[in-house]
């Protein structure tokens, strides 16, 4: 009898200690999401809020007014905003695709065991570290029109000079070709550390079936680093629609606006002309495209990721 007793007694005493446990443990489980969670609403959820807010209003002298769908009227209507669509969307098609065809090939050619492959990954990361305002400089020199080195070597191999800047397509290639030799390393190590983690059994198997290495790679290797690359193109979509410090540099968003991509617009937008709501309104409809492409690829590759 006793004993029934003293245990009744203690239940409530353990549960009360398991409450305490309980409660300790959620306070240290805030204390190390904490300052994620804060940094998150701080740099990421609060100027996203911001931007959708100030996207509906009309930058003033005395303030921010409410203008609806105003600025949007106004982009709908500005040929700047479609022109610098155009761009960018050119500019993120070219560069993904480029990226991703040299970075793979690269990583197919050095996955075969050459000697050297881990001084070539050493030496290829370096763009990678480089600001690309510094990068676009050195593109300036490299397609320097007067004397650079590229339109020295066509000279002498007897072909006419490129007008690498001052013409609106070939600026286009020229920022195309220095995004491309600063990101091309990133899918290359990537592709290869996904290349070298397809188990060797398999493509022992698949070489008894096939003695083609493009049917041995799209029916064995590809199927198995498909999530990888999935990540690299979503990756490198929303770095080439954030593009802005290599045609601020190498040419300025010229010749006229012929290499303004959207972010270049919304720097003009805010900082030169001051109009905030109107840049807001760019950086919405930005958002919102990187978004649909984020979600129809993710559907697309679903079952990679599955």
Do not use: H
């Not at 245990?7 to 200690?17: D, I, L, T, V, Y």
């Not at 300052?35 to 002298?61: E, I, K, N, Y």
């Not at 650079?148 to 490129?162: D, E, F, I, S, T």
């Not at 022992?204 to 999530?227: H, K, N, Q, Y």
């Amino acid at each position: 009898m006793g004993e029934a007793v003293a245990e009744e007694r203690s239940r409530p005493a353990s549960a009360a200690a398991a409450r305490v446990r309980r409660r300790r443990d959620e306070l240290r489980a805030w204390g190390f999401t904490g300052p994620g969670v804060l940094w998150v609403f701080a740099f990421t959820v609060f100027p996203l809020v911001r931007t959708v807010v100030l996207a509906f209003q009309r930058t003033t002298l005395y303030g921010n007014k409410f203008a609806g769908f105003g600025n949007f009227v106004r982009l709908w209507k500005d040929y700047r905003f479609w022109t610098g669509l155009r761009v960018t969307l050119v500019f993120v098609v070219c560069s993904v695709a480029a990226t991703l065809l040299l970075g793979t090939i690269l990583a197919l050619a050095l996955n075969r065991g050459i000697r050297g492959t881990r001084y070539f990954r050493a030496l290829s990361i370096l763009p990678m570290f480089a600001a690309p305002i510094a990068l676009g400089y050195l593109g300036l020199t490299i397609f320097y029109e007067q004397g650079g080195p590229v339109n020295n070597a066509l000279v002498r191999l007897g072909l006419p000079a490129v007008r690498w800047l001052s013409d609106g397509r070939w600026g286009v290639v020229s920022i195309l070709s220095v995004d491309v030799w600063q990101w091309t390393p990133f899918v290359f190590l990537v592709v290869l550390a996904a290349l070298q983690s397809v188990p060797p059994e398999l493509l022992d198997a698949g070489r008894l079936e096939t003695d083609s290495s493009w049917v041995l790679f799209t029916r064995v290797t590809l199927p198995l680093i498909r999530a990888p690359l999935g990540t690299v193109i979503i990756l490198r979509i929303v770095e080439a629609f954030k593009v802005f410090d290599i045609p601020f540099t190498l040419t300025n968003g010229g010749p006229g606006i012929a290499t303004r991509t959207l972010t270049y617009n919304v720097y003009t937008s805010a900082l030169r002309n001051q109009d905030f709501g109107y840049a807001a309104s760019m950086a919405v409809v930005m958002l919102a495209l990187v978004s649909i492409a984020a979600v129809i690829f993710y559907r697309l590759q679903r079952g990679a990721y599955e």
